[in-house]
């Protein structure tokens, strides 16, 4: 067994074999006559072997005959044959765990587990754990390995006592224990549960440490220095005096907590969350002001070039009138635009950059940057995250996260403990929520006559094109054809094509043309997915919804419903539909709440959605499970910040043994 492979299983340090705990256990503590053996459940029996032999038919197979039952192995080695040869000669037992058939010959089992055993072996006392493992370490070796750590003595305990008492939860070393050789009589289902006191306390100690390591990355980063940015300059003063909007209440007041860590000298690390349409561009925006009118510059990274422009845009009508000069950066500049537009950022005179990732390439200097707002901040990398931030020199600029994909209070609770969130729970007046339909397939011809009825009203209309995952150019050749077909079916309309293929100076086109009511329908893959903002466009069309996620379907259903007029998004679904995705269906057609679709997503498929570049490697959860374990959770993080106040020691003991070995992308 190499330690490569063990080290793929996360198996390094003598805690991590220790805490590598069982899946399942089998019991193999009594033995069960073959002619009782209830069927379909894997039983402990013993028989004296009688002879062994290779049969062919029907096909090759290691056939082994002992008293009342025969064993059958389809791979298997010349050894094994010898084994039981000699075994039937001497006259021993097998001890074979597995499940028993009704076969032609009697009862039989195929490839059980078994063990050529003396007359009066004992048989074991404790179920027999089965560990997690992957190919090329068998369950034997790991079994050994594990319980060696385990017996190399008494593990001390790293919550202090007083914590324990307070949740009711068992001394680790005994929860441990228990976990790898549960005792005779031991409540079988609450270990298979994970309900019993000793995974409670190991899946306690899960949360802790994650809880206690997000902390001290909160510490850590805010003991930075960031430059202090004034709340109450002239720009500011001046743009609230002609907002283009009153702003909601729920605006101002992540607006005021925004403002307030801006004059801390302490870099801002925080999350504005809003659902799509509520009015997080106008907050990031204002942020900006504050860091130009304390002459340090803003830099606004989107994921997506569209969302960039849509950002110079708005950022250009708003603020250019007060004299704020904005670089724009992107694909379609011209060698010599570049040249100004990264010239204007390294030497100060631009307050604001906005762009794509292109903002974090080499070649762009900033002469004092106070403020990086990342727009859309899952669909960036946290390596991009963390280069736009380190794009400040002496100091950390503030860092401003905004997400349109509701973060369910579980998950905002542990996986971003190291964030400060803001929360926009409310949509600007005169909202009118989506009428979502569900239509299959057939009836697409119906459509072109709805699409029709909105154009001649002057309304707008996106014709959504899967993203097909067996090839890359899947599905801008789709969108290519439908876009084709839909011109030719409705040769009366002005219809535009936009993909991510496209030369950026094009798409940009497209997008303008859209934007100014030139394009009637947009026939489109999901770059549109996100931030893009047309308030004219009233119909959606989402072809092959099926095929998408719940959160990405709110996100595009997001872009329509930002006008006064009644919206109304059509998902076709092609049929026969697997389950999973007419529970995403329905979910979606009964909701328009992006909180509660975000809950039902973590429900329906876990948290991976939400976590982006934060759960890539190594889960950070292996045992606990947040919806299931609510109360744990609770409890997991009021001990956190006691431990953090009062026993700081044993907080980072606890974090070194849990995560010690693992790279944490917070931290970073
Ligand atoms: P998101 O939070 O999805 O990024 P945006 O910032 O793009 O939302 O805002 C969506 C639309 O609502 C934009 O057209 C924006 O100008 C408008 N808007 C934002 N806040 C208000 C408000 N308080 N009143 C009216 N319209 C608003
Ligand atoms: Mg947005």
Redesign the pocket.
């Known amino acids: 067994m190499k330690s490569a492979s063990l080290a793929k299983l996360g198996l390094r340090s003598r805690f991590d074999f220790v805490l590598h705990l069982p899946h399942r256990y089998e019991d193999e503590t009594h033995l069960t006559a073959p002619e009782h053996a209830p069927a379909g459940k894997p039983v402990l029996i013993e028989a004296r072997v009688q002879r062994a032999e290779i049969a062919f038919r029907p096909r090759r197979q290691l056939v082994v005959r002992a008293d009342g039952v025969v064993l059958r192995f389809f791979n298997f080695y010349g050894s094994q044959l010898k084994q039981f040869q000699r075994a039937a000669e001497e006259g021993l037992k097998v001890r074979a765990f597995g499940e028993i058939r009704g076969g032609w010959f009697g009862v039989e089992m195929a490839h059980p587990r078994y063990r050529i055993v003396e007359d009066d072996e004992p048989l074991p006392d404790a179920l027999t754990p089965i560990y997690p493992t992957s190919a090329g370490v068998p369950q034997a070796r790991l079994r050994a390995k594990v319980l060696e750590a385990l017996d190399s003595g008494p593990l001390d305990d790293t919550v202090p006592g007083e914590l324990r008492e307070r949740y009711a939860l068992p001394p680790l070393d005994e929860s441990v224990r228990l976990l790898h050789r549960p005792p005779p009589g031991v409540d079988a289902a609450a270990l298979v549960e994970r309900s019993h006191p000793a995974w409670r306390r190991v899946k306690f100690d899960e949360l802790l440490a994650q809880q206690l390591s997000l902390r001290f990355a909160y510490r850590n980063r805010r003991r930075r220095k960031a430059p202090v940015l004034r709340a109450d300059g002239r720009l500011l003063r001046a743009f609230a005096q002609q907002l283009p909007f009153k702003l909601t209440r729920a605006q101002t007041r992540a607006m005021n907590e925004v403002l307030r860590d801006l004059v801390e000298p302490h870099p801002m690390q925080r999350l504005l969350q809003g659902d799509v349409g509520s009015g ?2 106008i907050v990031a925006a204002i942020a900006c002001l504050a860091a130009a009118d304390s002459d340090h510059q803003a830099a606004v990274m989107a994921p997506t070039e569209i ?1 960039s422009e849509q950002h110079a845009r708005k950022f250009g009508e708003w603020l250019a009138p007060l004299g704020v000069r904005i670089a724009w950066l992107h694909g379609s500049l011209s060698a010599r635009e570049r040249k100004q537009a990264l010239a204007a950022i390294a030497s100060g005179e631009a307050n604001i950059a906005i762009g794509t990732h292109a903002l974090v390439q080499k070649g762009v200097e900033f002469a004092r940057l106070g403020l990086a707002v990342v ?2 901040q899952h669909r960036f990398g946290v390596q991009q995250r963390l280069t736009l931030r380190r794009k400040g020199d002496a100091t950390v600029p503030h860092q401003l996260m ?1 997400s ?1 994909t509701p973060i369910p209070r579980t998950l905002s609770m542990t996986y971003f403990a190291d964030l400060d969130v803001s929360v926009i729970d409310e949509l600007p007046p005169g909202r009118r929520p989506v009428t979502t339909r569900l239509f299959s397939a057939t009836r697409r011809g119906e459509l072109l006559a709805r699409i029709r009825a909105a154009c001649a009203e002057k309304q707008q209309v996106y014709w959504v094109c899967p993203v097909i995952e067996e090839s890359k150019e899947g599905d801008v050749q789709t969108t290519v054809e439908t876009h084709a077909l839909l011109a030719k079916e409705l040769n009366d309309l002005r219809i535009g094509l936009l993909h991510g293929r496209l030369p950026p100076a094009e798409k940009a086109a497209v997008m303008a043309d859209f934007v100014a009511g030139r394009i009637d329908l947009l026939v489109c893959t999901t770059v549109i997915e ?2 893009v ?1 047309v308030p004219n466009a009233s119909l959606m069309v989402i072809e092959s919804a099926e095929r998408f996620g719940l959160a990405q379907l709110h996100q595009l259903r997001g872009r329509i419903g930002r006008g006064t007029r009644e919206s109304v998004c059509i998902l076709l679904y092609g049929e026969p539909l697997s389950e999973p995705a007419r529970a995403r269906l329905k979910v979606i057609y009964e909701s328009t709440n992006g909180f509660e679709i975000a809950q039902r997503d973590l429900e329906l498929r876990g948290p991976g959605e939400y976590l982006g570049e934060r759960q890539s490697g190594e889960p950070l959860l292996r045992f606990a499970d947040l919806e299931r374990d609510r109360e744990l959770v609770e409890q997991a993080l009021e001990a956190a910040g006691e431990m953090l106040a009062r026993h700081a020691a044993a907080a980072r003991a606890h974090v070194e043994r849990w995560l010690g070995s693992r790279r944490d992308l917070t931290q970073a």
């Open positions: 997080k561009t969302l727009d859309e905004m349109a996100v931030g903002d």
